[in-house]
């Protein structure tokens, strides 16, 4: 190749032709260029329709981890990024619902949830007095459920559930929607249901569970419509006690629905930091899981220095 000067380099079409490349290579960035005849690849997941851009260490972890692992030592981005792992373990509810669930389990969530900053512990109710104590002064919510896991229990008694809930320490609260009313075409029923409690606990974050393994997509978008018409702060996919979790296409729907004001959030099988980063760029913007610890250990550049917390020490009367 005869080498050329400076100024024989069109430095335009050079650039064009490197953005090109990396766009191709990546699968990601700009618009990758056509080829002779072919349409140009734009579309998701590609950043050229990307609601928030300069947020790509956040909202596209893995992308950018190929970047930083080919030779780059900084990526750039928008204002108010802020560290990947705070990001994520931000948007976690650290769950345990099992019924099995014992003091000292429950003692070790708190735990991990004020070491790495967790969003909140969701517990069942009986342990909401236990969590509120071990977690005083600490950031995490407590966040209990309503009427779970069923959603069958009548609005009243999940009304008064969610009131006594709040008493005892919770500041957040996830109701499950009358399931079997929405399938049927109650919807009046299913908003009056979400309204008695959002009329007991006023103030309080409220998330409405539509346990979207049940329903087909017109269900779903009825009951995100009533969730919003009744005040609720989230909508959320599911229980994680039915035939199926939280999927990319179930999130995005009840996104498009519920638009920008209203929370999403995805539950049930979200085991991996892949899982909950597939969910966020889907659009939710709270993540509920047990392996919240586990999550946090696949972030890049966290690997070997996320460990499991220790227990506190044993107090209180539960």
Known sequence: M?????????????LERVAAEVARRFDTGRSVLPSAGAPAR???????????????????????????????????????????????????????????ATKDEVALLCAEAAKYG??????????????????????????TVVGFPLGATNAAIKAEEARLAVAQGATEVDMVLNVGALRSGMLDVVERDIA???????????????????LDDKQKIAACEASVRAGADFVKTSTGFASGGATAGDVALMRRVVGEEVGVKASGGVRTKADATTLMRAGANRIGASAGVKILQEVPGLAGGVKKAERPAAGGSY
């Open 118 to 143: 967790f969003a909140s512990v969701c517990v069942n109710p009986f342990w909401v007095p236990y969590c509120a104590e071990l977690l005083r002064g600490h950031a995490p919510a407590v966040c």
């Open 42 to 100: 734009v579309g998701p997941p590609f950043c050229a329709v990307c609601p928030v851009p300069g947020q790509c260490v956040a909202r596209c972890p893995e992308p950018a981890a190929s970047l930083r692992d080919a030779g780059a030592d900084r990526l750039g981005g928008a204002p108010g990024v802020g560290p990947l792992e705070a990001k994520i373990a931000a948007m976690i509810d650290h769950t345990l619902l099992k019924p099995e």
């Open 2 to 14: 005869t080498a050329r000067s400076l100024d024989q380099v069109d430095a335009q079409a050079l």
């Open 196 to 214: 008695a409690v959002r009329q007991a606990i006023p103030g309080v974050v409220l998330k409405v569970i539509l346990e979207t393994a049940l």
